[in-house]
């Protein structure tokens, strides 16, 4: 089991702003950045050897995925990591989840198992184990309405965060959502059962809830 992230190192080069924010998020997620943390705009030119134009755009990134908050006269925050705004953003997974499955289990083919069998090896390969929010995330990305995906990756950023704290504390919890999410959500979705597809994703997403709120109450 990884400490909750690979480690992601700086590429300077085509797609700069992406690299720049990639490096950032890294340093967010990984918990070495925390909530209310400053990002000094002039250390990051200075480290990366970048120009400050790169940095406030990739800044601007940062503030679309909700890891900062680009404040006048303070300049970039670590946005706070609050148990209320991650119950806000965990309750409405189960709203789009249980409309993807529905419509997604009639047709499941061999095709979509290996797109979910692909996005859980990135996963193991990022985390070190198995974050269900890639592999719903993967599902969402099946669908042929490109909205869903678009929702749910904007939730990603915030959520990969809790889910590298869970993994450094809670290795128990880890373990409890990945026989959830092998024993029992990729089994009836495979199975074609739809109406236990919509149900099991509904309790993965409850069980998803729980254990970010209680890691949250354990190091804010």
Known sequence: MADGLSYVPFKPGPGLVEHIALHIEHQIVAGILRSGD???????????????????????VL???????VIPRRGAIVT?????????????????????ISELVPVWSPKHSRSLEEA??????????INPISVLEAI???????????LIDDLIPTFD??????????????????????????????????DESAHQVSELCRSLERKYLETLERTG
């Open 38 to 60: 400053r990002i000094q705009e002039t250390r990051v030119v200075s480290q990366l050897d970048v120009s400050r134009g790169s940095v406030r755009e990739s800044f601007r």
């Open 80 to 100: 706070s990591l609050s148990p209320s705004r991650v119950q806000d953003l965990t309750s409405a997974l189960p709203i789009l989840l249980t409309h993807v």
């Open 63 to 69: 503030e679309r995925r909700r890891l900062i908050d």
């Open 140 to 150: 969402c990305r099946l669908h042929p309405n490109t909205v869903y995906r678009e």
């Open 120 to 129: 859980m090896q990135a996963s193991e390969s990022k985390f070190g184990c």
């Open 161 to 194: 965060r809790v889910f590298s704290k869970l993994v450094r504390l809670n290795l128990s919890g880890v373990e409890s959502l990945d026989r959830m999410l092998k024993t029992k959500l990729i089994p009836a979705i495979e199975a074609g059962q739809i």
